[in-house]
Nanobody, 111 residues
């Protein structure tokens, strides 16, 4: 059974930082492309960042230069380091691998 479990969300002030984690089980983690998505209220889910099995990365335009995706295959975990957070980054953040999704973690950026 595949499980993806996100953690690390919370309330942060504009300009602050958070690090999200996604722990995977039931999959050969190191072989898989991993993605972070987010969905804000009333908006469609959007791709935030992805990382290939070889460590190549790609980012959505709105987060380039502020967010960094990384992975630790020994821990079956993918991370999303979020810096210089803005109110428009407020959303539920989801981890994705192939057809599998985590339950999401809420990130709220507000003063």
């Amino acid at each position: 059974q595949v499980q993806l479990v996100e953690s690390g969300g919370g309330l942060v002030q504009p300009g602050g930082s958070l690090r999200l984690s996604c722990a995977g089980s039931g999959i050969i983690f190191r072989l898989d492309l991993m993605r972070w998505y987010r969905q804000a209220p009333g908006k469609e889910r959007e791709l935030v960042a992805l990382i290939t099995s070889r460590g190549s990365t790609n980012y959505g335009e709105s987060v380039k230069g502020r967010f960094t995706i990384s992975r630790d295959d020994a821990k079956n975990t993918v991370y999303l380091q979020m810096n210089s957070l803005k109110p428009e980054d407020t959303a539920v953040y989801y981890c994705n691998q192939n057809v599998y999704w985590g339950q999401g973690t809420q990130v709220t950026v507000s003063s």
